[in-house]
């Protein structure tokens, strides 16, 4: 089985993808955290992130210990990640290591769980349950502050916000595989609603799925 998260940022597709992915015993990929372990290693050797040709090139020599890399959270890397991300040969380069994980879960896992932007209209065209995870802004932004917080990172509400919509933006108008809910996605809004009850619900989709 293929479960495909998509959304925008903070919306608490990682919360629901990971419980499913525990409840079930399936194997489970943030998407996100590979077009942040580029950014990072972008940032790192110093390339010119508008040269799309040369990320490429680091794109395809990516590898799963880089998933690991410890500033992937920053801000600042998930900006230049939505940068990087509007590049259709950088998508290209990454899309097989995502697709053979869907349909080749590591550790003969019975299914996998993807979270992401394009898993639904792009990676996972024909996964079993597509759900785009959605919150307002407010939501979305307070959330993102209280985890840095939490973090003990210092952080500014209004600059978090501000910086959620110009990602949200750019990657809901770029070309290549803009984030936006597959035709036959299901909407989930959860914006006042727990982890516990969106899990509730997902957990319900599926087993309508089996009967
Ligand atoms: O955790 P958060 O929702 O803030 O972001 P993320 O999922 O870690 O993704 C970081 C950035 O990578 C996004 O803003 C997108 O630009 C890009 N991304 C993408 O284009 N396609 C994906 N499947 C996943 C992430």
């Keep these: 089985m293929i479960i495909a998260i998509d959304g925008p940022t903070a919306a608490g597709k990682g919360t ?50 880089d998933l690991q890399r410890n500033d992937l959270r920053e801000e600042e890397v998930g900006q230049l990640a939505s940068k990087i991300a509007v590049y259709p040969r950088v998508r290209q380069a990454l899309l097989d290591f995502q697709r053979n994980f869907a349909e080749t879960p590591p550790g003969e896992a019975k299914g996998a769980v993807l979270d992401g932007r394009d898993i639904g209209t792009v990676i996972c065209p024909n996964a079993d349950l597509k759900l785009y995870i ?41 070309s290549a595989a803009p984030s936006k809910p597959a035709d036959d996605a299901i909407v989930l809004d959860t914006s006042g609603i727990t982890a516990e009850a969106v899990l509730e619900k997902a957990l319900g989709l599926v087993a309508d799925l089996r009967c």
Excluded: C, M, W
């Design 134 to 174: 959605t919150a307002s802004d407010d939501v979305r932004a307070s959330r993102r502050h209280k985890e840095l917080i939490d973090k003990g990172v210092a952080a500014i509400y209004a600059e978090i916000l501000a910086d959620l919509k110009a990602r949200d933006q750019r990657d809901q108008s770029r």
């Design 16 to 65: 629901l993808a990971r419980s499913l992915a525990d409840h079930f015993g399936f194997a489970y990929l943030d998407t996100g955290s590979i077009y942040r372990a580029l950014a990072s290693l972008v940032r790192e050797s110093g390339l010119d992130p508008e040269n799309q040709e040369e990320v490429t090139g680091l794109a395809l020599k990516l590898s799963a210990t």
